[in-house]
């Protein structure tokens, strides 16, 4: 049990790259996301809203973790943000479900779900 007495709370995600670069312009360039810190051959972290994701050189850390991950992402409209996106990174797309949801490859194959935000 943590000892602060407040819930926890997400503040960031960190995956392992091979290819730290290639991670990088994909999740800048594709997604769209904003660098907000960055160390060459070591992380690239960027903010999105109140939590950070980071993309770490896989063993720069003595402490590495397993690899399965998936990170989820809240869109107004997920198959329109796949209109932006090249089809080699789309895997399955859900347009017919609610809420719609989409979900995409990074370049190392970590899942990537957009989910459709709940309206307002």
């Known amino acids: 049990m943590i000892v602060d007495r407040r819930a926890p709370w997400l503040v960031g ?15 800048a360039e594709v997604l769209g996301l904003a660098l907000a810190e960055e160390a060459p051959d070591h992380h690239a972290k960027f903010q999105t ?15 590495p973790s397993a690899d399965k991950a998936v990170v989820f992402f809240e869109v107004d409209n997920p198959g329109r943000a796949l209109a932006e996106v090249e089809s080699q990174h789309l895997v399955q797309h859900e ?23 709940p309206a307002t």
């Open 13 to 27: 995600v960190e995956l392992y790259f091979d290819d730290l670069p290639r991670a990088k312009a994909f999740y």
């Open 49 to 63: 809203g109140e939590v950070f994701l980071c993309l770490e050189k896989r063993g720069a850390e003595p402490y």
């Open 95 to 117: 347009a017919s479900a609610t809420p719609r949801w989409a979900v995409l490859h990074d370049p190392e194959g970590h899942n990537v779900l957009l989910l459709e935000a």
